[in-house]
């Protein structure tokens, strides 16, 4: 049964970056895809990106191009997310999901615990 | 990039009521589609798969169909656990977009 466990909740100043980690455990890792989901406060889901560690090549929603960078380090069986020039609106739950299925977009199966970023001054 | 629209954004119904969600995709996505129920200050959980398997798990008052650009989560019979908001995404290619969500009460 694979889990993913994340990093803990960070606060942050405007204009820095973070960096969260998802770490799996009880499965394989290289061959299926984590993406990264947020959900500011009251809000709805919102994908951000995601990577297959295999393959190492990160994909981004627009919104965030530029700004956000994911990684993976499958000596480690762990993925990263890093967002940069945080502002207010950062304020966010980030998830960590992996794919249900090796090798091909798919559903997700299991989620991380969730970390929160707060960007305050 | 595909855009996912669910409807109600929210709704209130009796315990028993049966309960449909529907999410519409700009364009046709196949059965690419899953829902999750999110409780409050909890993790997505998958519901439903491809349109329309239900995970292991789940139970059957949970029922999902459609393909294309139609789909619709209902649940046969509301039970006051089932109080939450319910997602849509479509998975068939990035990005992976959600649709708004649909808050459940109970009335």
């Known amino acids: 049964q694979v889990q993913l466990v994340q990093s803990g909740a960070e606060v942050k100043k405007p204009g820095s970056s973070v960096k969260v980690s998802c770490k799996a455990s009880?499965?394989?890792?290289?061959?299926?895809?984590i993406s990264w989901v947020r959900q500011a406060p009251g809000q709805g889901l919102e994908w951000m990106g995601g990577?297959?560690?295999?393959?190492?090549?990160?994909n981004y929603a627009q919104k965030f191009q530029g700004r956000v960078t994911i990684t993976a380090d499958e000596s480690t069986s762990t993925a990263y997310m890093e967002l940069s020039s945080l502002r207010s609106e950062d304020t966010a739950v980030y998830y960590c999901a992996r794919d249900a299925l090796a090798a091909r977009p798919d559903w997700f199966d299991p989620w991380g615990q969730g970390t929160l970023v707060t960007v305050s001054s | 990039d595909i855009q996912m629209t669910q409807s109600p954004s929210s709704l209130s119904a009796s315990v028993g009521d049966r309960v449909t969600i529907t999410c519409r995709a700009s364009q046709g996505i196949s059965n690419y589609l899953a829902w999750y129920q999110q409780k409050p200050g909890k993790v997505p959980k998958l519901l439903i798969y491809?349109?329309?398997t239900l995970q292991s798990g789940v139970p059957s008052r949970f029922s999902g169909s459609g393909s294309g650009t139609d789909f619709t989560l209902t649940i046969s019979s509301l039970q006051p656990e089932d109080v939450a908001t319910y997602y849509c995404?479509?998975?068939?290619?990035?990005?992976?977009?959600f649709g708004g969500g649909t808050k459940v009460e109970i009335k």
């Open positions: 995404q479509k998975y068939n290619s990035a990005p992976f977009t």
């Open positions: 009880g499965g394989t890792f290289s061959s299926y895809a």
């Open positions: 491809a349109a329309s």
């Open positions: 990577i297959i560690p295999i393959f190492g090549t990160a």
